[in-house]
């Protein structure tokens, strides 16, 4: 087992990660064991080759995809690999994506085509709201449910205050996301631009309904935010803070891409191996 903090900032943060090398001999409920034990929320288990396989695992169950496990994966293969540059494709999920990984100065920096995401408006999801102790004057217009393979509220709240100040129901938040048929709601807020030429926003990840009451990091719901917003306003490249509500500052950027068959979404992240 080694251990990530993927997406971090500034070499710092991040969210810790669990990535195991896959056994095929283990059933699914030794893997859940196995992310209770890493104390992770999130792990990742490899089975390398041209096209490495990964599968991701809560104390829950399995993902069908997971953004800062699959930054987290491709830094581990990479430093394994022993070089500095690496580009291939990632089986996860029943599909093959594209990912690429460098090594810089603060770590490992990962990209990852998120493919095309579905996106709807957001319906029926007062509940929601009302879970995360929020007044209805505090959310902003433009919420909508997005998904890259399992559907997820994109939440926009008026101020980073706001965001800051979320005590969520957890119980209940979890029976709203199950109802609704919801992995979680990704909060967002306008925030500091990590550079100069693109926008920039603060969002918490909460996920109680599959066992992570808060994300450090949120990768997935990321590209799906750019895919809104491209849609939206033709903005098509954000970075997004994340994980200061848990002490640990993070960094994730995408781009997305309107095509004929959808917006499509490209997924980055700052990744530093320990060890």
Same mark, same amino acid.
């Given at each position: ?41 999130? #792990? ?168 992570? #009451? ?62």
């Amino acid at each position: 087992m080694v251990i990530v903090d993927a997406c971090t900032l500034h070499a710092g943060g991040g969210s810790p990660t669990a990535v195991f090398d896959d056994d095929p001999e283990l059933t699914d409920a030794a893997r859940r064991d196995l992310v209770r034990r890493a104390g992770t929320s999130h #792990a990742a288990f490899v089975t390398a080759g041209d096209t490495s396989a990964v599968r991701f695992f809560t104390t829950q169950g399995e993902l069908v995809n997971c953004g800062h496990g699959t930054i987290a994966a491709q830094a581990v293969l990479l430093t394994r690999r022993g070089v500095t540059a690496h580009r291939g494709g990632q089986r996860t999920g029943g599909r093959v994506i594209a990912v690429e990984a460098v090594r810089g100065t603060d770590g490992v920096e990962v990209w990852f085509d998120q493919g095309t995401v579905d996106l709807r408006p957001a319906e029926g999801f007062g509940g929601i709201v009302a879970a995360l102790g929020l007044r209805p004057g505090e959310v902003g217009d433009e919420a909508c449910v997005a998904s890259p393979g399992t559907p997820r509220l994109l939440l926009p709240v008026r101020t980073t205050r706001v965001l800051a100040a979320i005590r969520p129901d957890l119980d209940r938040l979890a029976a709203e996301s199950r109802r609704l048929g919801l992995l979680g709601c990704f909060v967002y807020a306008p925030g500091v631009a990590a550079r100069t030429d693109v926008p920039g926003f603060t969002a918490r990840m909460f996920a109680p309904a599959i066992g992570v #009451a808060e994300d450090v990091v949120n990768a997935n719901s990321t590209g799906c935010l750019a895919a809104h917003l491209a849609v939206l306003h033709g903005t098509g490249r954000i970075d997004v803070h994340q994980g200061a509500a848990l002490g640990r500052p993070s960094l994730v950027h995408a781009t997305a891409t309107a095509t004929a068959g959808g917006v499509t979404a490209r997924v980055g992240g700052v990744a530093v191996v320990r060890g």
